[in-house]
């Protein structure tokens, strides 16, 4: 009988576990994507408006080195508009990703700039 009592408390103890479990994995798994698509979100949101405002100071300028530089920036700013913004469950997210940073850091290279940005967007570094 002690054996019966004994694994039917194992049993339960298992099953609310598991509920536990299952209820805080959900709760983390939601904050880490949250946190991972905030960071990504501002990723390309940086990319897309460093872009942007090159393409504008750079799209009246006839010079061939601008005309290569201009010509450069429309790779990144086209893959970052044809993202699914609307999908969560983008399966190409990750692959998508590393062709605009390997775009970026080609225009960088291109436009004499540094690629790691860090140091101003923690410092409030840039100003207007």
């Known amino acids: ?13 298992y099953r609310k576990g598991f509920d536990e479990g299952t209820r805080q994995g959900m709760i983390d798994g939601r904050k880490h994507r949250a946190s991972h698509g905030a ?12 872009g942007i405002t090159w ?9 061939v080195k601008a005309r290569k530089r201009l010509k450069a920036l429309e790779s990144p700013l086209g893959l970052i508009l044809k993202f699914p913004h609307e ?3 983008y399966e190409n997210l990750q692959e998508d990703m ?12 291109l436009l004499n700039v540094p690629t790691d940005f860090s140091d101003y967007v923690k410092s409030g570094g840039i100003s207007f």
């Open 87 to 89: 999908e969560p469950q």
């Open 39 to 50: 960071k990504l979100s501002t990723e390309v949101s940086f990319d897309y408006g460093f």
């Open 98 to 109: 590393e062709k605009v940073r390997a775009k970026f850091r080609l225009v960088c290279s």
């Open 55 to 63: 393409k504008c100071l750079l799209q009246n300028n006839t010079d």
């Open 1 to 13: 009988m002690d054996s019966v009592i004994t694994q039917s408390f194992h049993v339960e103890g």
